[in-house]
């Protein structure tokens, strides 16, 4: 289930932050390094530029345990974006259940939109 996507590639999930208090959510999802360091191996890896796996997160962001929409507004306010050796902006959408963390959305790095799709679950946090 555990699933850290940018595009076509996989980069698994590593370390992962959740905290909910007064109403604040900060979240970080880090991408799996022995993952990223097997996708380093190869000769064509469209990835090859990076030095570590990517990293998302949302930080002290309003939350009443409905879905949050990511939007142009939504990062103009908050601090929130996909950390892959620069911050990249990222749009979508945002659900926290009892068993899952889901981010379904778009990415863009160097200003090209990578489908975005990252689920966790709440076991690992």
């Known amino acids: 289930m555990n699933s ?19 109403e604040l959510l900060t979240l970080e999802i880090n991408g799996n390094d022995d993952v990223f360091d097997e996708l380093m191996k190869a000769d064509d890896c469209e990835w090859s530029w990076a030095l570590y796996p990517p990293r998302i997160y949302l930080r002290s962001v309003p939350y009443k345990g409905e879905k949050i929409v990511i939007d142009s507004d939504f990062l103009a306010h908050y601090d929130a974006a996909l950390y892959m050796m620069e ?5 979508g959408v945002l659900e926290v259940t009892d068993s899952s963390i889901e981010i379904h959305g778009l990415v863009y790095i160097d200003r090209k ?8 679950e709440r076991a690992a946090v």
């Not at 850290?4 to 909910?20: A, D, M, R, Y």
């Not at 911050?87 to 749009?91: E, I, K, L, R």
């Open 4 to 22: 850290f996507e940018i595009g076509n590639t996989e980069f698994g999930i590593g370390k992962i932050s959740l905290s909910i208090e007064n």
């Open 113 to 120: 939109a990578s489908a975005l799709a990252v689920i966790a």
């Open 87 to 91: 911050h990249n902006d990222f749009t």
